[in-house]
């Protein structure tokens, strides 16, 4: 995989104990050219918010993780270049906007969106955006 679009769940996973955490930090250590919409930052702070609102990890941990987020080599695509066509995604596929934002991007770019996300990639499976839609768990 040359170039992929990422997803708030994938980043969010590289830095938490989840499941697919070493999947998800192999993808953004790679070398594969990463790209998201600017609503990741926003998705992945709201995250790391929630982690430390139940006291998993402390205020200064919380800084911490957000500024190592930023750092990340991610290419940022404003998201009101993509909003037309995440709407029209979410109308077509019945998904939330803030999903199709990156889906979208994936589609504009003729790229997969790497996603954490079961419940997407099995409700995009039988439809003709499944191509740009992958399981984080399914990547080697």
Request: charged share 25%; aromatic share 4%.
């Amino acid at each position: 995989m040359n170039a992929c679009i990422v997803d708030a769940s994938v980043v969010a996973a590289a830095f938490f104990r989840e499941d697919v955490s070493a999947g998800a930090r192999r993808l953004l250590s790679s070398g594969c050219e990463l790209h998201a919409p600017d609503l990741v930052y926003a998705e992945v702070a709201n995250v790391i918010w929630k982690r430390q609102n139940r006291r998993e990890i402390d205020d200064a941990e919380a800084r911490e993780l957000l500024s190592d987020v930023l750092r990340l080599p991610l290419r940022i695509t404003p998201g009101d270049s993509l909003a037309e066509a995440a709407l029209t995604l979410a109308m077509r596929a019945d998904r939330s906007v803030y999903d199709c934002l990156y889906l979208a991007l994936a589609v504009q770019r003729k790229s997969v969106m790497v996603t954490g996300d079961k419940r997407l990639v099995n409700a995009l499976a039988e439809t003709p955006l499944k191509k740009h839609v992958a399981w984080i768990g399914q990547i080697r």
